[in-house]
């Protein structure tokens, strides 16, 4: 019976690491897709078409006037807006503190069950040590 608990809590610390991985790596693919929406230069449709345009990033634009700010850049602002990406960065942020928190939670009952089991292997030694002086 306290094998298969043993066991059974191991497996269990293990799926919870796991999906906390999963999770947290979830929100960091979140992050840098956010980031390289923010970051990158890019153009406002078809990059084959004599109209498409050449926008700016977000970020990083050149100039004083940024094409953020002119009228005729509707298209760029029409290619990255503001409250999808809010949303998405709004997603991420559960997503990486439910991730952490089960990662945290399966590691730290991992390393309980291994500080047991080296727990009890030395109390079994110290016996068989104190069975055999006497």
């Known amino acids: 019976m306290n094998e298969y608990f043993e066991q059974d809590f ?33 153009s406002d449709g078809d990059d084959g078409s ?3 345009r ?6 990083f634009y050149e100039g004083d006037a940024p094409t953020w700010q002119d009228a005729t850049w509707d298209d760029c602002r029409a290619q990255r807006r503001w409250p999808e990406m809010l949303g998405w ?6 997503l ?15 390393r309980m069950r291994e500080y047991m089991a080296e727990h009890r292997l030395a109390a079994e030694k110290k ?8």
């Not at 979830?26 to 890019?42: C, E, S």
């Not at 050449?54 to 970020?59: G, T």
């Not at 960065?89 to 559960?94: C, E, I, N, R």
């Open 10 to 42: 191991g497996t269990s610390a293990s799926k919870r690491r796991a999906w906390g991985g999963v999770l947290f790596a979830a929100a960091g693919v979140i992050w840098v897709v956010l980031a390289w929406q923010l970051m990158v230069p890019f």
């Open 127 to 134: 016996a068989r040590a104190a069975a055999k002086e006497g």
């Open 50 to 52: 004599s109209s498409s």
């Open 54 to 59: 050449k926008c700016q990033s977000v970020l």
């Open 89 to 94: 960065l709004g997603l991420s942020v559960p």
């Open 96 to 110: 990486s503190v439910v991730g952490v928190a089960l990662y945290t939670s399966g590691s730290t009952s991992l």
